[in-house]
């Protein structure tokens, strides 16, 4: 079965079809009976058997649906935000550029630079690499999208990851490519596919370098917009808490603050207030300048 097709949906409709089963009278009453039977009940039991009907009636347009998705093999693919994902990782690369004095808003990134005519997809990637930041690299990406290189890019930088496979931060530039195929995929079916092979991207680099922050920082992020029926928020949260402990270990940087928004965020989505307040706490406490850790506290207790 396609790995996109969720695995327990054969479960979920054996499980369905019992529940239903299990709602008919187990002695049924012949067609020409009914109307004498159902005349001798109560009015609740009667609308009570109208309700049972309606839900069955449910059920069983729900398992031919079930049913439908099983046989056509329909890939399901993980609803990535790219705004979202973007404004995620515009933050970390904001904070980075904060250490350097800047005051730019990490909320928005600058408007597109000028257009450029690329030669080709090496002159893109040329370009991509000497990007000055984040918000110029979304720029070139935008045009690459509208000048219909994305696959070439792509492939360029596959090629460049090939060339040299241990050094972890052409696997992590990879994975970033593969993000924004995603993003051109949007809804479609293609989308679950890049999404794999970017997460597989990361691994590769962690596998090379297990301290290797971007590549950690760039899966925890993506792999926190998949849809909970993935079950990737546990995994996402897993190595944003990983993040938390590398860099009390590290000298202090301003996208470190991310880390706790980000796991704060992961953990009151799943129900954990308590956690969540704490890592928002233990954010602020390093990073006491930060206001969207201050703003996410003040919302969580109710101020």
């Given at each position: 079965m396609n790995?996109?097709?969720?695995?327990?949906?054969?479960?979920?409709?054996?499980?369905?079809?019992?529940?239903?089963?299990?709602?008919?009278?187990?002695?049924?009453?012949?067609?020409?009976?009914?109307?004498?039977?159902?005349?001798?009940?109560?009015?609740?039991?009667?609308?009570?058997?109208?309700?049972?009907?309606?839900?069955?009636?449910?059920?069983?347009?729900?398992?031919?649906?079930?049913?439908?998705?099983?046989?056509?093999r329909a890939?399901?693919?993980?609803?990535?935000?790219?705004?979202?994902?973007?404004?995620?990782?515009?933050?970390?690369?904001?904070?980075?550029?904060?250490?350097?004095?800047?005051?730019?808003?990490?909320?928005?990134?600058?408007?597109?630079?000028?257009?450029?005519?690329?030669?080709?997809?090496?002159?893109?990637?040329?370009?991509?690499?000497?990007?000055?930041?984040?918000?110029?690299?979304?720029?070139?990406?935008?045009?690459?999208?509208?000048?219909?290189?994305?696959d070439e890019?792509?492939?360029?930088?596959?090629?460049?990851?090939?060339?040299?496979?241990?050094?972890?931060?052409?696997?992590?530039?990879?994975?970033?490519?593969?993000?924004?195929?995603?993003?051109?995929?949007?809804?479609?079916?293609?989308?679950?596919?890049?999404?794999?092979?970017?997460?597989?991207?990361?691994?590769?680099?962690?596998?090379?370098?297990?301290?290797?922050?971007?590549?950690?920082?760039?899966?925890?992020?993506?792999?926190?917009?998949?849809?909970?029926?993935?079950?990737?928020?546990?995994?996402?949260?897993?190595?944003?808490?990983?993040?938390?402990?590398?860099?009390?270990?590290?000298?202090?940087?301003?996208?470190?603050?991310?880390?706790?928004?980000?796991?704060?965020?992961?953990?009151?989505?799943?129900?954990?207030?308590?956690?969540?307040?704490?890592?928002?706490?233990?954010?602020?406490?390093?990073?006491?300048?930060?206001?969207?850790?201050?703003?996410?506290?003040?919302?969580?207790?109710?101020?």
């Amino acid at each position: 079965m396609n790995q996109w097709i969720v695995l327990p949906v054969a479960a979920v409709v054996a499980a369905a079809t019992a529940f239903t089963v299990s709602t008919v009278a187990r002695e049924p009453v012949a067609a020409e009976q009914a109307p004498a039977v159902r005349a001798e009940l109560p009015t609740e039991w009667s609308t009570k058997l109208d309700a049972l009907a309606e839900r069955n009636a449910r059920l069983e347009r729900e398992l031919e649906l079930l049913r439908q998705a099983i046989d056509s093999r329909a890939p399901v693919q993980p609803e990535l935000d790219p705004a979202a994902l973007d404004g995620a990782v515009a933050r970390f690369f904001a904070a980075q550029r904060s250490a350097g004095g800047s005051d730019e808003s990490v909320a928005h990134a600058a408007p597109a630079a000028p257009a450029k005519r690329f030669a080709d997809a090496k002159s893109a990637v040329l370009e991509l690499v000497a990007a000055g930041g984040f918000d110029e690299q979304q720029g070139l990406w935008k045009e690459i999208r509208e000048a219909g290189l994305l696959d070439e890019v792509v492939a360029e930088y596959e090629a460049r990851a090939e060339s040299d496979p241990k050094n972890p931060e052409l696997k992590v530039d990879l994975g970033q490519a593969y993000l924004q195929k995603i993003f051109e995929a949007g809804q479609g079916p293609e989308a679950g596919k890049w999404a794999t092979k970017a997460d597989k991207a990361f691994d590769g680099a962690l596998a090379l370098d297990t301290n290797h922050w971007d590549a950690r920082f760039f899966k925890a992020t993506s792999l926190s917009f998949w849809p909970p029926l993935f079950g990737k928020q546990g995994e996402a949260i897993h190595h944003f808490e990983i993040l938390v402990e590398q860099q009390a270990g590290l000298a202090s940087q301003p996208q470190f603050a991310q880390t706790h928004l980000a796991l704060g965020n992961l953990y009151q989505q799943s129900g954990q207030l308590e956690k969540a307040k704490a890592a928002w706490q233990q954010g602020l406490a390093l990073f006491p300048g930060d206001p969207e850790l201050a703003k996410k506290l003040e919302m969580a207790s109710g101020n």
